[in-house]
């Protein structure tokens, strides 16, 4: 009996674990951004979550560090660090939908010289960095398609500021920068799946 308590047993953590191994490898896999030729907004919008959870995780991880996050410093510096932010146009009721695409489009390709800053400072996260990166590279092409008129121009993504401006002599500066980068761009992209659900309306 013992025995057969013991095989019923091993049978069932067999099937849970087979079973967790198909849902991770099921929300890891890449979300499908065009469907019968065409962007899916749900699809977009459902990425810049994924974007913004991952980034997510790593703010949380980083804000361990004690009286990092909600430093008196925090405001002044992000003055200074010359953030992409998300305008009214993609948030108020005069909600323009070129326009605010269009930025976004921008903006995600700009924060590309944050990235690069993040994966010196961050190097035991690079993996996942990386990843997070290229994500965000395929959703400013999905955002770009998704513009009524995207045209081939090309698309000022100048920050004004370099990886190197954004280095310090100072530690806790830099990771103060490194925890400001980090929660800028969460919060960029939790207003970006906003936006991009406004966008199908």
């Known amino acids: 009996m013992a025995g057969t308590s013991f095989y019923l047993t091993s049978i069932q953590l067999l099937v849970s674990l087979a079973i967790a191994i198909i849902v991770k490898s099921v929300s890891s896999a890449p979300v499908s951004l065009v469907s019968s030729g065409s962007i899916n907004t749900n699809s977009v919008s459902s990425m810049a979550k994924i974007i913004a959870e991952e980034a997510g995780e790593l703010y949380e991880q980083l804000c361990a560090t004690p009286n990092l996050c909600g430093s008196s410093m925090e405001r002044s510096l992000k003055v200074e660090l010359k953030l992409p932010e998300i305008t009214d146009k993609?948030?108020?009721k005069e909600f323009n939908k070129e326009q605010c695409l269009h930025e976004i489009h921008r903006d995600l390709l700009r924060f590309e010289t944050y990235f690069k800053f993040l994966?010196?400072?961050?190097?035991?996260e690079g993996e996942k960095l990386a990843?997070?990166?290229?994500?965000?590279?395929?959703?400013?092409?999905?955002?770009?398609?998704?513009?009524?008129?995207?045209?081939?121009?090309?698309?000022d993504t100048n920050t004004s500021i370099s990886v190197e401006d954004l280095h310090s002599k100072d530690a806790w500066n830099e990771k103060l920068t490194t925890y400001l980068i980090l929660q800028s761009f969460k919060d960029y992209m939790i207003k970006t799946t906003r936006a991009i659900r406004n966008s199908s309306i």
């Open 119 to 124: 994966k010196e400072t961050l190097k035991s």
């Open 90 to 92: 993609c948030l108020s």
């Open 131 to 155: 990843s997070i990166q290229r994500q965000t590279k395929t959703l400013a092409e999905a955002v770009k398609k998704m513009e009524n008129n995207p045209n081939e121009e090309e698309v």
